[in-house]
């Protein structure tokens, strides 16, 4: 026997019955509140006074309120010797060179792979997925060697290039390009006299903004959090999440102050994720299905 169907919003969708919704409104309510624990956790760590901090048991929520860890963390900021704006610069520069970068590539090279047939593409693809298998940190080594040879150790390139390659980024524009981008548009563009790089921003890069949206989200979102790196070696070219690591490493005394610096870390990828939540769950939704 068929499923009754009913219309929402002129979509069909499978019926259910409100008990059934309700449960899984409680139910995803329950796991995204334990999924916020932490976050929580961590805000109420950079409010304790160093009393609370290290009080055993240790207490979850904070009793006593104060704003001191952050002014002790600026004020440890403002004592470095490198001016803390400079590190700041470093991180900005870095993070926005190394995602629009890594945006460019990985979307012109996923729509060469997903909508133009040229031999061997099969295998290049399957290169990139066979990549996906590598952790960071494996390639450190192999990357290091390279950006010697290429005389840009101990430069902002020793960063930015190794973003530029990230497969991930290329993984899921592919995806997303072959589900969403249809052939025939792409078609009518070319009679219509349209170069293929036009055809390709104009046409192609609309239709999967929640996907380039999301690979800048996560581009940004790990460039944003490199800390010391065995690629830079002067001082002025740190990042920002270094030069708070070092700040905070002098023992327990600046224990308030580390739990102050990761709320500050923090800040700017979730602020980035709230704002585009909606398309990083369309991308997610969409990128594995076929027509």
Not at 97 to 124: D, E, Q, W
Not at 167 to 184: P, R, W
Request: charged share 10%; with cysteine; net charge positive.
């Amino acid at each position: 026997m068929s499923a009754k169907l009913r219309t929402r919003r002129h979509k069909v969708v499978l019926n259910r019955s409100a008990g059934g919704d309700a449960g899984i409104t409680v139910l995803l309510v329950i796991l995204g509140a334990f999924m916020f624990l932490p976050m929580l956790y961590t805000i109420s760590q950079s409010l304790k006074p160093l009393d609370e901090l290290w009080m055993f048991p240790p207490r979850f929520l904070v009793k006593s309120p104060v704003l001191t860890n952050f002014g002790d963390l600026f004020q440890l900021m403002n004592e470095s010797w490198v001016p803390f704006s400079r590190y700041i610069f470093n991180t900005v520069f870095i993070s926005v060179c190394g995602t629009f970068g890594n945006l460019l590539l990985a979307s012109m090279a996923a729509y060469a792979l997903a909508k133009i047939k040229f031999p061997g593409r099969n295998v290049l693809f399957q290169i990139v997925v066979l990549s996906l298998m590598f952790h960071q940190t494996v390639n450190q080594l192999s990357n290091f060697i390279i950006m010697s040879a290429l005389n840009m150790i101990d430069s902002y390139w020793a960063l930015i290039i190794p973003a530029l390659a990230g497969t991930m980024g290329l993984y899921l524009m592919k995806q997303f390009m072959e589900s969403t981008v249809s052939d025939a548009v792409l078609e009518s563009a070319r009679l219509d006299g349209a170069s293929e790089f036009r055809t390709f921003w104009v046409i192609a890069m609309p239709m999967v903004k929640p996907a380039w949206l999301t690979l800048i989200i996560e581009s940004f979102k790990g460039l944003w959090n490199s800390g010391a790196s065995i690629y830079i070696h002067s001082e002025q070219l740190k990042t920002f999440n270094y030069a708070i690591s070092q700040v905070v490493s002098a023992g327990i005394a600046r224990a308030g102050a580390s739990a102050a610096a990761t709320v500050v870390m923090m800040l700017v990828p979730i602020t980035v994720f709230v704002l585009s939540q909606s398309q990083i769950i369309e991308t997610m939704g969409s990128s594995g299905m076929k027509d």
